[in-house]
């Protein structure tokens, strides 16, 4: 869609209200980015943040349990919900005649959440959690190796040391005190934002709004958050695996600067440059020039209240060979910088990505309410071509030689089947 | 309840607004592709998909692999050696290119912001005339997916999808071996395999689309410009076999020792997408396993907690259809899971289905139509498919006016013709020497078990 004002809004509960008007389809996506992650779990309840997202779909005061879901397929809605280190986010993208009722269900769980928590809710969600996290983690290849990578780059202890997911260990120990302590504190108007983006009339989506979460009490004031800083990383720590894996492969992570400066853009394009796809530095090095690696990927989780993080992966028969070309690619980066058609082309598919990621009613939602909650700027989500293009080469080498120098990383070694 | 609280009663919503599927204009570049354009205002990312009739289904055979090869070698450049050159060219523009093929077509797909359509369609047109397809790249490809069928082994989902096509269609089908080919078939692919099969696409028989917001883009010239005169000379590739899956009882257990779960597959034939009960068994497959309140949902997942979700739906391919209903459950609990799942597939055809669950999953599948065709992607890929299919540019509107024209009864019906809750083939890709016995147990069909390779 072009570019349309956006209507913002806050109650007098403190739930921030931000509505885009766009018309190319009859949908209305309505997000809600809770200010709560797992940055915010206390030793021993790690995975908490990410339980109580499931219980979200249990049931409230009004709504029965199951029946979060069943009113939402019944109307053909892609709904869901995800858990980061950062935030909590609910989200449900409904034919624009169910706008209100995706808001009354919203404002039900944010307002009554506790009077639908059981312990047999709690016991049965669990065991999906854990089920969840045998699915994608523990029996998957390689599949703790970014849990294994951050438990190596923060010290233990620090908000961003363990991820979402939790411990099996700490998932068995939480108790429905828990949970509703959690939604006490966490689950405040004040501690949300609400996005509604789509075939809708803003002035009426506004008053909606009001008269949905408008009755909700405030809630109290959100607890300090602990600080989330790193730096750079100095020195490599590595550590050697032998799960069974189909074959060899080297994991690295890199720190990278908190996103909302110019430095993350420019970090980020940094990390494109190394290893974003089969144009990417080290994919042409290592994949088809020295063929040490049969296949490499390089990514960047933007983090806000904490360092964001680099992560480039590769698989290949030999994992020493590849940390040492790793080395010496990211030596020459570092020191030469990137050369002009690298960057531009890096500028050209940052705006591509923006178009795809601004494209849909559901993921414009998603951003404006990831802007609002994390920069205080919803808008901030239409200038990221802009602020793409805005980086020089100059300022990439920068950050190359300060944040993906050679000799600070963290990294696995996967040895390969026996 | 909480003070200060103050909640309305629950809205009810009014009728969900009428929306079409895209209406697409077709032509044809003289002696070449069909094509088919759509403009979708607003849809500033465009979308290009060209369906060649060149899908695994057409590989010569011992060749099996080499359809797979061909689509990752055209993304490689036009020029031996070139490297970088063409994925440089396509970003510097903020384009994509990717190429892919299944058992029906090899696809290619172009994304580009519509302002530099025209410059990335010209790099387009070079790529699908003068590939390189050069030995040096193909040698390498062939080492790289090597190395992914390990990759897609290692995967318990992906494990047991090979392995279901394996045991349910004769070895003589070519659906029954894995679409990029395996080990042995893949080692020896060479490049001349590989230009051979690319020499012998018929560009007659290709469709080409394009959508996005196309005003002041004349995209029909634009195509017309990249593909004309695009000709090939190599001999015709072999028609695909149209052999059937055999739906029978049995449960086939994949060693993979040391799984703490176990991913469970159970399989059917189904007739292909064109057959009137099609849209039927989309629903039926919905009121099993479409979404969190589905059948297989609501007691593996909301009652038991035995997994993180099932799931069921019908795998399209050319010739026919396959149900499948699949997900991974606790190790523990596998022979259980199994028994629950049985008993939610023999419950459609013993108890039918209610009228509530049957307009749910109606309105789930017909009523998430715009969003799930929300972008030029998505719209141009479907285009692509149903014409790689033989099925018609009405296809996408017929099948969703099928689904709302849809009865309980007629659901319940289409389930009891199509598929015999007593003739599942299962798959269980865990630790066999945890969940064997158990399975035995169950007594519902013979045990076999594969080895880990």
């Known amino acids: 869609m072009a570019e349309q004002p956006l209507h913002e809004h806050t109650l007098g509960n403190g739930l921030r209200v931000v509505v885009c008007e766009d018309h190319v389809v009859p949908l209305a996506a309505v997000n809600i980015w809770y200010g709560v992650g797992s940055r915010h779990e206390r030793a021993g309840r790690t995975g908490l943040a990410h339980l109580f997202e499931h219980l979200m779909f249990q049931g409230s005061a009004n709504v029965a349990e199951g029946e979060h879901a069943a009113l939402l397929e019944s109307a053909g809605a892609a709904f869901n919900a995800s858990t980061s280190f950062e935030r909590t986010n609910y989200y449900e993208t409904v034919p624009v005649s169910h706008l209100d009722l995706a808001l009354w269900l919203e404002a039900d769980r944010m307002g009554t959440l506790p009077a639908a928590l059981t312990q047999a809710n709690l016991d049965n969600q669990r065991d999906v959690v854990k089920n969840e996290r045998r699915q994608r983690y523990d029996n998957q290849p390689y599949g703790t190796a970014f849990e294994r990578l951050c438990a190596l780059t923060f010290p233990a202890g620090h908000p961003y040391a363990h991820t979402p997911i939790g411990s099996m260990e700490d998932l068995d120990a939480t108790t429905l005190e828990d949970c509703a302590d959690f939604f006490a504190t966490w689950y405040a108007p004040g501690n949300a934002v609400l996005s509604v983006v789509g075939d809708v009339d803003p002035e009426k989506t506004l008053a909606a709004v009001e008269r949905y979460f408008g009755g909700l009490p405030a809630g109290p004031a959100k607890p300090p958050s602990r600080p989330g800083e790193l730096g750079p990383l100095t020195g490599v720590r590595e550590e050697t695996l032998d799960e069974d894996v189909p074959s060899p492969a080297y994991f690295a992570m890199f720190t990278l600067p908190i996103d909302g400066g110019d430095d993350v853009e420019a970090a980020e394009l940094a990390v494109e440059i190394l290893g974003g796809g089969s144009g990417s530095r080290l994919y042409d090095r290592m994949v088809r020039r020295d063929e040490i690696a049969t296949e490499v990927w390089a990514g960047v989780t933007r983090l806000a209240s904490g360092q964001s993080l680099a992560i480039v992966d590769a698989i290949g028969p030999e994992p020493d060979k590849i940390a040492a070309v790793l080395d010496e690619e990211l030596e020459r980066f570092a020191a030469d910088g990137p050369d002009a058609d690298e960057a531009a082309r890096a500028t050209a598919q940052a705006e591509r990505g923006f178009l795809e990621q601004t494209e849909t009613v559901t993921g414009l939602a998603n951003a404006l309410s990831q802007n609002a909650t994390q920069f205080d700027d919803p808008a901030r989500v239409f200038t990221a071509p802009g602020r793409a293009a805005a980086v020089t080469g100059d300022a990439i080498k920068e950050m190359a030689g300060r944040w993906l120098a050679p000799g600070g990383r963290t990294a696995l070694t996967y040895g390969g089947a026996s | 309840m909480t003070s200060g609280l103050d909640l309305q009663p629950r809205p009810v919503p009014g009728p969900v607004p009428a929306w079409a599927f895209p209406a697409a204009d077709a032509g044809r570049i003289p002696a070449g592709p069909g094509t088919l354009r759509c403009d979708l205002p607003g849809r500033r990312l465009a979308a290009v998909r060209l369906v060649l009739h060149a899908g695994a289904g057409r590989e010569p055979g011992d060749l099996d692999g080499v359809a797979t090869l061909a689509a990752r070698a055209l993304m490689e450049g036009t020029e031996p050696g070139g490297g970088t050159a063409l994925t440089a060219a396509f970003e510097r523009i903020g384009a994509s290119l990717y190429a892919a093929a299944d058992l029906t077509a090899l696809r290619i797909a172009l994304d580009v912001p519509v302002t530099r359509l025209d410059a990335a369609l010209e790099l387009f047109s070079s790529v699908v005339r003068r590939p390189a397809l050069d030995d040096a790249d193909i040698r390498r490809l062939v080492r790289e997916r090597l190395e992914e069928i390990a990759q897609e082994d290692a995967d318990p989902g992906s494990r047991a999808m090979r392995e279901l096509r394996a045991v349910m269609f004769p070895a003589t089908a070519r659906a029954s071996r894995p679409t990029g080919g395996s080990r042995t078939s893949v080692g020896t692919l060479q490049g001349s395999d590989v230009r051979a099969f690319y020499g012998s696409v018929v560009p007659a028989e290709a469709t080409a689309v394009v959508t996005g917001d196309l005003s002041g883009v004349d995209a029909d010239a634009a195509l017309t410009?990249?593909?004309?005169?695009?000709?090939?000379?190599?001999?015709?590739?072999?028609?695909?076999?149209?052999?059937?899956?055999?739906?029978?009882?049995?449960?086939?257990?994949?060693?993979?020792?040391?799984?703490?779960?176990?991913?469970?597959?159970?399989?059917h034939g189904v007739p292909d997408r064109s057959h009137h009960d099609w849209p039927s068994l989309m629903v039926a497959s919905h009121v099993l396993g479409g979404g969190l309140t589905s059948r297989l949902n609501a007691v593996l997942r909301e009652e038991k907690g035995y997994t993180y979700g099932m799931r069921a739906g019908l795998l399209r391919i050319r010739h026919c259809g396959l149900f499948i209903a699949q997900g991974a459950v606790h190790t523990e609990v596998t022979a259980d899971a199994v028994t629950d799942a049985l008993t939610e597939l023999r419950g459609v055809v013993s108890r039918g289905i209610d009228a509530d669950e049957h307009g749910s999953s109606v309105r789930a599948l017909a009523d998430r139509a715009p969003a799930e065709y929300e972008t030029a992607r998505a719209v141009a890929a479907e285009l692509a498919d149903v014409s790689a299919n033989g099925l018609g540019t009405d296809y996408p509107s017929a099948y969703l006016a099928a689904v709302r024209a849809s009865t309980p009864d007629g659901v319940a019906r289409a389930y009891r013709k199509h598929i015999d809750p007593e003739a599942l083939t299962i798959i269980a890709v865990g630790d066999a020497a945890q969940i064997r016995g158990p399975l035995e147990k169950l007594g519902y069909a013979p045990v076999t078990v594969t080895a880990k390779e």
């Open chain 2, 225 to 267: 410009a990249a593909l004309e005169g695009w000709a090939n000379t190599g001999e015709p590739l072999p028609t695909a076999d149209r052999i059937m899956p055999e739906s029978a009882a049995r449960i086939v257990v994949v060693d993979r020792p040391g799984s703490v779960q176990t991913y469970l597959s159970f399989g």
